[in-house]
């Protein structure tokens, strides 16, 4: 609700992801161009079956997951990694546009609510933030798409049943192992009870090379959670 206050507050002129001059609003953040662009790229390239990465070279998993079956059954995204998905996220996160996650929200939940192996789900829980972004930001960009798809699929969310126990530094330059060994034993569950024999919906912003997403299943997993599903704004691509 408070969403459609700040509409009227602050009147977006022009399409949050190419800047084309119009009327928009949180129901409509970006124009219709946009939106076919995002559209199309869904279904541009073959995905893993198991973790939704796109595949250069087509087939129907990636080289990781051949290498060893992923702690999460399955990870999927609206898109890829690219203009205008790439955009959209940067905009929510660093520009601080909170009302974005409302769309956004509800096009993750599409996805989960067509994929059938989603099913059943007990529970959403949102990858938290580093405190220097929450400090940053004000926000947790994971819990606002995950709100919103809980509504959308009438599922509970826990935005406290995981912690970052582990800063890690910025992730972005680092190498897949470099990632790897920072996210070590980043996160924990306080209270496993919550957590115990249930179905659980992972929410993060971006997989890349998916060290997150696997690092926070296996900490889930290791508290009782039965499995692990992960959705995901937006994906890289791989081999
Ligand atoms: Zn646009
Ligand atoms: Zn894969």
């Given at each position: 609700m408070q969403n459609f206050f700040m509409d009227i507050l602050f009147p977006q002129n022009e399409c949050c992801v190419c800047r084309e001059a119009g009327r928009y609003n949180t129901r409509h953040p970006w124009c219709n161009q946009c939106q076919e662009k995002m559209d199309n790229l869904r279904t541009a390239m073959p995905t893993c079956d198991y973790c939704g990465k796109y595949l250069l070279n087509g087939g129907s998993r990636c080289e990781e997951c051949q290498a060893e079956k992923p702690p999460f059954y399955i990870a999927r995204a609206v898109g890829p990694y690219e203009e205008p998905y790439r955009i959209a996220?940067?905009?929510l996160k660093f520009l601080g546009r909170r009302q974005l996650g409302?769309?956004?929200?509800i096009m993750m939940a599409e996805v989960v609510r067509e994929e059938p192996l989603f099913w059943p789900i007990n529970l959403i829980v949102p990858v938290p933030s580093s405190k220097?972004?929450?400090k940053q930001r004000g926000f947790n960009q994971t819990e606002v798409l995950g709100q919103q798809?809980?509504?959308c699929l009438k599922?509970?969310?826990n935005a406290e049943a995981l912690r970052r126990i582990k800063e890690t530094p910025s992730q972005r330059e680092c190498t897949r192992e470099e990632r790897e060994r920072n996210l070590w034993r980043?996160?924990?569950?306080k209270d496993k009870s919550k957590i115990r024999g249930k179905s659980i919906l992972l929410v993060d912003d971006v997989y890349t090379?998916?060290?997150?997403?696997r690092e926070c299943s296996r900490t889930l997993l290791?508290?009782?959670a039965e499995r692990v599903g992960v959705i995901v704004w937006a994906i890289g691509t791989g081999y």
């Amino acid at each position: 609700m408070q969403n459609f206050f700040m509409d009227i507050l602050f009147p977006q002129n022009e399409c949050c992801v190419c800047r084309e001059a119009g009327r928009y609003n949180t129901r409509h953040p970006w124009c219709n161009q946009c939106q076919e662009k995002m559209d199309n790229l869904r279904t541009a390239m073959p995905t893993c079956d198991y973790c939704g990465k796109y595949l250069l070279n087509g087939g129907s998993r990636c080289e990781e997951c051949q290498a060893e079956k992923p702690p999460f059954y399955i990870a999927r995204a609206v898109g890829p990694y690219e203009e205008p998905y790439r955009i959209a996220i940067k905009v929510l996160k660093f520009l601080g546009r909170r009302q974005l996650g409302y769309c956004m929200g509800i096009m993750m939940a599409e996805v989960v609510r067509e994929e059938p192996l989603f099913w059943p789900i007990n529970l959403i829980v949102p990858v938290p933030s580093s405190k220097a972004s929450m400090k940053q930001r004000g926000f947790n960009q994971t819990e606002v798409l995950g709100q919103q798809i809980g509504k959308c699929l009438k599922l509970p969310i826990n935005a406290e049943a995981l912690r970052r126990i582990k800063e890690t530094p910025s992730q972005r330059e680092c190498t897949r192992e470099e990632r790897e060994r920072n996210l070590w034993r980043a996160f924990e569950v306080k209270d496993k009870s919550k957590i115990r024999g249930k179905s659980i919906l992972l929410v993060d912003d971006v997989y890349t090379t998916g060290s997150t997403s696997r690092e926070c299943s296996r900490t889930l997993l290791d508290a009782g959670a039965e499995r692990v599903g992960v959705i995901v704004w937006a994906i890289g691509t791989g081999y």
